[in-house]
């Protein structure tokens, strides 16, 4: 559906963008750098998932060790301090920054507090308070953490960060490009596939395109699979367990990159049905970029979507922005129509 020319063009973009996080990650992570990376996305969404492989895939490059890892409930402050010794931390990026999603902002606020003397790096993310007293306290918190640096991934955060947050920041974009073009591993099956929000940023009802005769779905439930079983059993044990972690925890980390493949293998299947896709996840039009998909993206509840696209996505071939759900599909009609 997509010419030569075009395709090489967004070729070109994703191996930009991957250079881009590289130079900005370069003087962060020194060769051989012990490193700690934080947060690994313990649900189903692929989106965060993708986010964790590019991490993996650019401190590998960087030629960094990482030495602990965790999910919120395995976080260890303990056992990160005796492996990780005079080491840097670094927290996982994506779009929960802020307060609408607060359980991860509470947890970066509390491995700031429990290492206020090491080096952290907040991987790329989007800004976004709902309430300036939740702000101020997270500027008390990271604002005044000497070593704290933070990635953002558009100039609205970076503005945020900085004059609001007090902390030091610096723009880059999404390490989701890291994984470089993704090959489409089915076939299209159906015209245009719509992956819709069913969160707290949903902006509005993408349900609704279903009665034009589209598939609408979404990609936050996983697979019951042997690594996702894997995976569970050992988290409860060292939840349970905290002790055992020396013990379990290389086997619980290995899953951890096994079950973020599998969901980006999910992910991939998924909007590979579709000759075109619509969608309001971001990491739904990113994946599309990766893999040659012709899609249309649309807001999320606030900023996040536009803000990205405007920054770093805009002149892909494969990309039409739409603000409202029928016009999204219609431009998806039209996409199909160019091509036919």
Not at 207 to 223: F, K, N, P, Q, S
Request: charged residues 20%.
């Amino acid at each position: 559906m997509v010419d030569l020319a075009a395709r090489t063009a967004d070729r070109e973009l994703i191996a930009e963008m991957a250079a881009a996080v590289m130079d900005t990650l370069r003087p962060l992570i020194a060769p051989g750098t012990p490193c700690a990376l934080l947060d690994f996305p313990s649900y189903a969404n692929v989106g965060d998932s993708l986010i964790w492989l590019g991490q993996r895939e650019a401190v590998h490059r960087l030629g960094a060790r990482v030495v602990y890892m965790c999910d919120i409930d395995t976080y260890a402050p303990d056992y990160l301090r005796a492996c990780l010794g005079d080491g840097l931390i670094l927290l996982t990026g994506g779009g929960n920054f802020g307060d609408l999603w607060a359980h991860h902002q509470r947890f970066r606020e509390r491995v700031a507090a429990d290492f206020p003397h090491h080096r952290i790096v907040q991987l790329p993310q989007t800004v976004y308070f709902m309430d300036q007293g939740t702000a101020a306290r997270t500027r008390a918190v990271l604002g005044g953490h000497r070593e704290f640096t933070m990635l953002v991934r558009d100039p609205g955060s970076l503005a945020y960060a900085r004059d609001v947050l007090g902390v030091q920041a610096s723009l880059c974009p999404d390490v989701v490009f890291m994984l470089g073009p993704v090959p489409r591993p089915v076939p299209p099956a159906e015209d245009v596939l719509v992956l819709a929000r069913q969160d707290a940023e949903v902006r509005s009802s993408l349900d609704r395109l279903a009665a034009h005769g589209v598939t609408v779905t979404d990609w936050a439930t996983d697979d019951r699979t042997p690594v996702r079983q894997t995976n569970r059993a050992l988290t409860r044990c060292v939840v349970r367990y905290p002790r055992a972690l020396p013990a379990l925890g290389s086997m619980l980390w290995r899953t951890y990159d096994l079950l973020a493949r599998e969901r980006l293998t999910r992910g991939a299947r998924l909007l590979a049905r579709g000759r075109v896709v619509v969608t309001d996840r971001l990491h739904g039009h990113l994946l599309c970029v990766l893999m040659g998909i012709p899609h249309v993206l649309l807001p999320n509840s606030y900023a996040k979507n536009r803000a990205f696209y405007d920054a770093w996505t805009r002149s892909s071939t494969l990309a039409a922005w739409a603000d409202e759900p029928e016009e999204a599909l219609a431009l998806a009609r039209g996409m199909l129509a160019a091509a036919s």
